[in-house]
């Protein structure tokens, strides 16, 4: 059959199907357990989205971070704020380094045969930066909210923001984790 021969599809689906998913014993709502090398793929196709999220915001904030020191008003930092933004700049750095790591890491091991090695590596990578990025954005607020409050109002609304952060970066994704872990072993059983 020529190419032209071929039937048409209805505008909008494709023609690539995978044929557990089309087998008259598919139920909707269910899925099909994955192999090894599906997963290794899915997971580190999720890293890559994640990675171009967090890349972009902690090097949009590290370059606000850079210029900071360029500005007439930086001189009359007083040193514990002087202090502070140095640890906030380095802490800036830090969070670049293990966010990009990954593409490198990736780049330096690509066809070595060793995809679930570069996605567990990136994986912590990727934890590791975040634990940074959200250090890095308390440490700004902090550095401009003490210019902008008056008295310890300004590390009260960091603290509540990092508290924040810790709710929904890590207490939320372990709780449901937990809860998943759960529910599969009810019913498991």
Known sequence: MAMTDRPVEPEGESSARCARHDSPDARPGTEEPETARERVNRRWNEILQETRVTQTGVQILFGFLLSVAFTPL??????????????????????TGALI??????????????KDDVVEAAGRLMMCGMVLLALTIGCTLLLILRFVVPGVLAEMLVAGVMLWFGLCWYALPLYLRRRGDRRSRTTDA
């Open 101 to 114: 790591a990954p593409v490198s890491i990736h780049r330096f091991l690509s066809g070595q045969r060793m």
């Open 74 to 95: 930086f001189r009359e930092l007083e040193t514990l704020d002087r202090a502070i933004y140095v640890t906030t700049v380095v802490l800036g750095a830090a969070a």
